[in-house]
């Protein structure tokens, strides 16, 4: 998912950056994703609507590694939403331009409430666009009880979605957010984060997933990241992103699917596993893979690999209400 740094990290003219005081960096337009479903690997008819034009060529390893990203968080979400059958809330933590709601609205897999969570400037920029584009407000009106939506600058909350403008670092204030636009901590609950835990310090990282833990009793955690960065491969990635003056304060956690797995362990969550992405892209439908790899011409097959052995999927439960969430893998 990177050409050696991460898509979330790519940065040729074609993605945009806010960097905080803090280097952690937001992703506020993705022009790859939007050149990868022009070109066919996945379907999603609502990206054109947060990222207008196409834009130039991506190489085809960075194609694919997306799409193994894409298919393997979907792969997660789903399988919660059906052991809930959608009587529960969904988190995007760090959420960008991300289009899952749109989704699962369309695919009638919709939960009680999608939240979603990023830097103020990051939300407004979304609420600009959903406020300014019929087919991204549509489904919001069409699922709300009122005729008009709560908005201002940084937030905006209907009866099935809400934005909420917040830092992650800063957990009361995210719990107050959170609680003032009605998250249910009775309800179980599925956070989903990628390239997000990387830009915050071990220790946010940890007071974050533990919050969750603690006020969650029913809860699944998606996080979608570096992983392997000890070798030569991973501090390549590292220097990469370093030149670009771009901090991955939480590189320390990304050292191995143990140490993914560990953050959630010593945090309160009763279950964690962890696949690297080229352990995913073998196990989701080949049917669909080989669909894909039609689609254009891949000559730098060992970069593809690369690229996918330092990613990963970890995910981790808690299960009070013996929904069965523990058996959800791929």
Known sequence: M???????????????????AFGHAILTICLIFRYATSKGYWTDPYVQYFVRSV?????????????????????????????????????????????TFWRLKDENLMPRKYFEVDFPMIAARKIHN???????????????STDSLLLDGHSLDSDRYCIIGADLRDIPGLDDKLKKFHLNPELPTLFLSECVLV???????????NWASVTFHTAMFVNYEQVN??????????????????????VEVCQSLETQKERFLKTGWENADALDMMTVYSVIPQDDVARIERLEFLDEKELLQQLLQHYSICWATKDKLKLGLSQVAF
């Open 229 to 250: 960065m000890l070798d030569r491969f991973g501090q390549v990635m590292i220097e990469n992103l370093q030149r670009r003056q771009c901090n991955l304060a939480g």
């Open 2 to 20: 990177t050409q050696p740094y991460s898509i979330r990290h790519f940065i040729n003219g074609s993605v945009v950056f806010f960097y905080t």
């Open 55 to 99: 834009g130039e060529r991506k190489a085809p390893e960075i194609n694919r590694g997306y799409y193994a990203r894409v298919q393997g968080m979907n792969h997660l979400l789903d399988a919660f939403l059906r052991k809930t059958k959608c009587d529960c809330q969904i988190v995007n933590l760090g959420a960008g331009l991300d289009t």
């Open 130 to 144: 959903i406020k300014t584009k019929p087919p991204l407000s549509k489904p919001l009106i069409e699922t709300h």
């Open 199 to 209: 830009y915050m310090t071990p220790d946010q990282s940890s007071k974050l997933v």
